[in-house]
């Protein structure tokens, strides 16, 4: 049970009129053009700005990590109005992504049993370091940058730990920017002294997996622009999702 609202339960796009606005100041890393928007009914959504297609990207990752039970941050295309373009500064007619805004949990104890002292108490360097955790949905972790490699990201996305001591994958607007790769160079594929590890590459064969149970119309939904969003893609995503199908479907890391 996730502590927000699944993309299935929102709507694919949403307007900015009669919003309320603040820059948003990131508790850790950069927060560069980053606002945060209240909606006339008090719900914050958190937007970088970043346009059309990144945004897509990110949209259409999380739907496909959505439909594969992963915890994965809430995402829609954003409607600028004029009022809020001049406030933010951009043009009313460029499309972004807004994110359900969830608050981050501070790097320090809320409680005597808060959850994340796991992350504090020992190093985390493969996936059998997490064995144990009261944190949900940590195994999400090293799935999301398996993902980075089966979906061809520049980069892994972001993570977050909410006050609800969840984890939850963010910042996948970098997926998609070419072919699946290998995994063989990824932090969760090998122990620290190089050897193989096992729970590491059984894990990289259920997110294959995952990905594999989804079907065609989940791809289809994932990939829809709804009406009134423009999207031009600067390349072709869906061949990408197709190649790492068919990358999953041979990959046998053991």
Same mark, same amino acid.
């Given at each position: 049970m996730l502590s927000f609202p699944l993309m299935n339960d929102l709507p694919q796009s949403v307007s900015t009129f009669g919003w309320s606005w603040e820059r948003f100041v990131a508790p850790y890393g950069s927060s560069e053009n980053f606002w945060l928007g209240t909606d006339r009914e008090g719900n914050r959504w958190l937007t970088k700005l970043r346009g059309p297609f990144y945004a897509y990207r990110e949209i259409v990752f999380a739907r496909l990590a959505q439909a594969m039970n992963w915890s994965c941050q809430s995402s829609v295309f954003l409607n600028l109005d004029p009022v809020s373009a001049s406030v933010l500064g951009v043009k009313p007619d460029i499309t972004h992504a807004a994110h359900w805004f969830m608050p981050e949990h501070k790097r320090q104890l809320c409680s005597g049993g808060c959850a994340v002292k796991f992350l504090f108490d020992k190093e985390i360097r493969t996936v059998d370091d997490l064995v144990g955790s009261q944190i949900e949905h940590l195994l999400d972790w090293p799935k999301s940058e398996f993902a980075a490699f089966l979906f061809g990201a520049n980069e892994p996305p972001g993570r977050l730990f909410t006050t609800a001591h969840e984890f939850v994958i963010i910042d996948s607007e970098q997926m998609f920017s070419s072919g699946p790769c290998d995994f063989d160079t990824a932090s969760w594929w090998n122990a620290p002294n190089g050897e193989p590890s096992l729970s590491g590459r059984m894990l990289a064969e259920q %997110?294959?997996? *995952?990905? +594999?149970?989804?079907?065609?119309?989940?791809?289809?939904?994932?990939?829809?622009?709804?009406?009134?969003?423009?999207?031009?893609?600067?390349?072709?995503?869906?061949?990408?999702?197709?190649?790492?199908?068919?990358?999953? %479907?041979?990959? *046998?890391? +053991?």
């Open positions: %997110v294959c997996a *995952d990905l +594999l149970s989804l079907s065609e119309r989940d791809i289809k939904d994932a990939l829809s622009i709804p009406k009134g969003i423009e999207v031009r893609e600067n390349w072709p995503i869906a061949p990408i999702i197709r190649a790492s199908r068919k990358f999953a %479907v041979s990959f *046998d890391g +053991l």
